[in-house]
């Protein structure tokens, strides 16, 4: 299951919690509000050489 962060509706408190997709948002326990959700920063990251400059993922006739 990923972590989501989330910031209060009213009060802006923020919490990180462990929590399936199809969850419903958690109540805030400062403002009793329902929570918004973040967009975070990934770890996902593309390393060495390639991918945009080498035309990853073309199709072989689509590379100049």
């Known amino acids: 299951m ?3 962060e989330w910031r209060g509706g009213s ?3 923020e919490r990180e919690r462990l929590q399936r997709h199809d969850d419903p948002p958690p109540v805030c326990e400062t403002c ?3 929570m918004a ?10 390393r060495g050489d390639g ?3 080498d035309g990853y993922g073309l199709h072989q006739g689509e590379r100049e």
């Open 32 to 34: 009793t509000e329902e």
């Open 37 to 46: 959700k973040q967009v975070s920063r990934s770890s996902f990251h593309l």
């Open 51 to 53: 991918w945009e400059r």
């Open 11 to 13: 009060c802006g408190a």
């Open 2 to 4: 990923p972590i989501y």
